[in-house]
């Protein structure tokens, strides 16, 4: 007992010298107010949501080891979302090396081709591919037109149509991973294997591709769990074609619920969250990988291949990515679906529609520009606080407070929204009732999107020598002046970056409006969904197009943006 206490007491002592560095500094009082709102919109709803799943004296968790349609669904989930990331890690691959490590021409022009699923919201993804690929879809009539054939050709409402649009979702995100990688190999381990008397394949094989292993499993498991947790293509793609996944079954059980629901629902939510908590997990540890800052590798000349394979990439792009947006947009402009695409048959008439008299798109639109705005505002204000407190504070409990932050960004939309459902429905208190209204899904957003402008964030703030501090100090400027006059112009273009990245991403999203939403809180990216479920195609195409438009000129922006703050 004795040598118990005198253990409990020096924890205690470490833990008190590592807290009391850190309450020394004047930002503290500042960033009283974050651990407390952190509680109320990350931890203790997911607290809830596990409480809730293992409630019942195992009930819930029986009930999900002996249910075949959750047996089902995680085969499936597995699946598809195995075999994408693998199509996305090959194809992110091949992308990387030929437009970092080649001279291959138009390789800007690819790239930005190749990244634009990163902007479009995987619903409208799924929604141009169907006026791409579909039974009536340009490509369709193309090739039957060609081929002399009758009928469908093929089913994006099938496995093979989830795995090739998740694969293209998921594509940008194995590139940038795959390039951060390419971009630290240093150019004397080849030049050393090539001296050698290695030829091209041999380094590839030896010197390359093992110093990119970290990177490759970085991109193979941020494909995955993005394929994962994907819930508007499986929705709109299986659901339709009786192809049952885990988000559409959380969906399905939790907008069905009765009786226990919500515990099944919850440790549904649970096995869904499983991956994402695994890999939070293994990427808090460090890393192996290579030092930033070495000189990086020649770029290897292609010639008359690389106008070969440049025109094959163009080609590529032309199919997955322009065709089915151009094919989103004609389906807008057409009078009727199904109509020949020629000038007598085109129409503004849906655009007029959704812009002017469709009451259900003014109020969605109301709707998600106030919450994308406000989720922004008050994120990128956290942000900005959080990450000085990373940065610049040595307590050791600001590890936990990262963590936090960065779990419910990492966990499927649906959980999240789940977990926010559980402690609101019904009321925590007396009166006070946020299901249902703008103020819960403001709150999800909130949770959700703050690990996303925490990220620029601490890029500026690492970037911004402490000296300027000091000296104003000296100075004898307080903290809000220095703030103030030194370091909000400092910061200003990362702060305007992670506001334009969250409200990119919080204005269409679906994941938690799918489950948040009601008749009086419409958002953009739901009525999306709706208009397209309920057989709307040419208002939800019109809708689309004009949110494509937007969002792609948001991001030109952030673009511009994080090069003027030294990001890539």
Avoid at 301 to 318: E, H, N, T, Y
Avoid at 336 to 359: D, I, K, M, Q
Wanted: net charge positive; glycine share 10%.
């Amino acid at each position: 007992m004795g040598s118990l206490g005198r253990r409990q007491r020096r924890g205690l002592t470490f833990l008190g010298e590592g807290l009391s560095k850190g309450l020394r500094h004047p930002i503290i009082p500042w960033l009283v107010a974050v651990p407390g709102l952190l509680v109320l919109t990350h931890a203790y709803p997911l607290w809830r949501l596990l409480q809730r799943a293992l409630s019942g004296e195992g009930e819930n968790i029986r009930w999900l080891l002996e249910t075949p349609r959750v047996h089902l669904a995680l085969v499936h989930s597995l699946w598809v979302s195995a075999v994408s990331a693998t199509l996305a890690l090959v194809g992110g691959l091949v992308l990387a090396v030929l437009t970092t490590q080649t001279d291959l021409p138009g390789r800007s022009i690819l790239r930005v081709l190749f990244l634009s699923p990163l902007v479009v919201p995987p619903q409208v993804l799924a929604l141009a591919w169907i006026q791409w690929a579909g039974p009536v879809g340009y490509l369709q009539q193309g090739l039957r037109w060609i081929l002399g054939g009758q009928g469908s050709l093929w089913s994006l409402y099938t496995p093979g149509g989830i795995i090739l649009l998740l694969a293209l979702f998921v594509l940008p995100i194995a590139y940038l991973t795959l390039v951060a990688g390419l971009s630290r190999l240093s150019k004397q381990a080849q030049e050393a294997a090539q001296l050698d008397g290695a030829n091209l394949l041999q380094v590839w094989l030896f010197i390359t591709l093992p110093l990119l292993r970290p990177s490759v499993a970085a991109a193979a498991a941020l494909a995955f769990l993005g394929a994962w947790g994907n819930f508007g293509i499986p929705a709109l793609l299986g659901i339709p074609g009786r192809y049952l996944t885990l988000p559409t079954l959380l969906y399905q059980e939790v907008i069905n619920f009765g009786g226990d629901g919500f515990g099944r629902s919850a440790a549904l939510a649970l096995l869904f969250g499983l991956p994402a908590l695994f890999f939070l997990a293994w990427s808090q540890q460090p890393q192996a990988g290579l030092d930033p800052g070495e000189a990086p590798p020649d770029p290897y000349r292609l010639g008359w291949l690389g106008w070969l394979l440049s025109g094959i990439l163009f080609a590529a792009a032309l199919l997955v990515i322009l065709g089915p947006l151009l094919a989103m947009a004609a389906t807008a402009l057409l009078r009727a679906y199904g109509l020949p695409l020629v000038w007598s048959n085109l129409t503004l008439e849906h655009f007029r529609l959704v812009l002017f008299e469709l009451e259900r798109a003014r109020r969605a639109t109301l709707h998600s520009l106030g919450l994308a705005g406000g989720a922004a505002l008050l994120c990128s204000g956290m942000a900005t606080i959080l990450g000085y407190a990373l940065t610049r504070l040595k307590a050791r409990l600001l590890a936990l407070l990262s963590f936090i932050v960065d779990l419910p960004y990492a966990l499927p939309g649906l959980i999240f929204a789940l977990s926010l459902i559980l402690v609101w429905l019904p009321p925590p208190l007396p009166g006070l009732s946020l299901y249902g209204t703008l103020w819960l899904i403001l709150m999800a957003y909130l949770g959700r999107f703050l690990a996303l402008a925490l990220q620029p964030m601490q890029a500026a703030w690492r970037s911004l020598d402490t000296s300027l501090e000091e000296a104003a100090s000296i100075d004898g400027a307080s903290l809000l002046q220095t703030f103030r006059y030194i370091l909000l112009p400092l910061l200003a273009p990362a702060l305007t970056a992670a506001v334009l990245l969250v409200f990119l991403q919080s204005f269409a999203e679906l994941t938690l409006s799918a489950l948040l939403v009601t008749s009086r809180s419409e958002t953009f990216g739901w009525l999306i969904f709706g208009l397209q479920q309920g057989g709307y195609t040419h208002q939800a195409a019109a809708l689309s197009t004009l949110l494509v438009l937007v969002l792609f000129g948001l991001a030109a922006g952030i673009q511009a943006l994080r090069r003027q703050v030294g990001q890539p």
